[in-house]
């Protein structure tokens, strides 16, 4: 029977929970390997995309999210999002500093895929995405990265979202209203809507 794409990704997933020493669990249906970490979890998706039958290119991104965090998108009944400061393994070289030189994206034919596949993965979460995980353990560290587009993460404005949730987090509006002056047209009109709900929600509170 022929394997499709996904199914691929999932069979790898879970082999690379023991790879990984049972260090995360997987979550078939995301493609997802998440591990318990302070104030939330470390974690790894799947990623990658059909190349031309039956070539696939996998990799994968890496994060971090934050119980405060989502108690925030819960408050807010928005989305919850994977990872509230992430990365995505192509972007291997501008994590400057960054010790591990290894392969960061794969080219498998899944009907015959590298027997060193899963190892290899293994060993680039081990070298990206562990140090990652280290340098963004607490979450005001990693605000401060997103506002400051750290090449470490992906950031800039088009991840506003994520540093306002983080922001409100920490209970630093004003922090988020600074930075946020740089915001232009849809992206500024959906901000102030945001705060104008979490400010609605506080009331409600109290």
Known sequence: MAISARQFKQSIGAELVDA???QYKFFKSRVELRADA???HNVIVLAGATKYS?????DFYFGRNFASAKQIER???KHQFYYHIHQYSPNRKAMKGLD??????WSVDINNPPKTLVTELAGAIQGMAVPFFERFADIQTARDALAANDPWCLGGRIFWHQLLIIDLAIN???????WSETLEGLDRKRASEMIRSFKK??????
Do not use: K
């Open 100 to 105: 591990y030189a290894g392969p960061y994206t």
């Open 172 to 178: 630093d509006l004003a922090h988020f209203e600074r």
């Open 75 to 77: 408050r807010l009944g």
């Open 201 to 206: 929600t506080s009331e409600s509170v109290v």
């Open 38 to 40: 302070s104030d939330g």
């Open 20 to 22: 990984l020493n049972g």
């Open 54 to 58: 039956p070539y696939i290119s996998v």
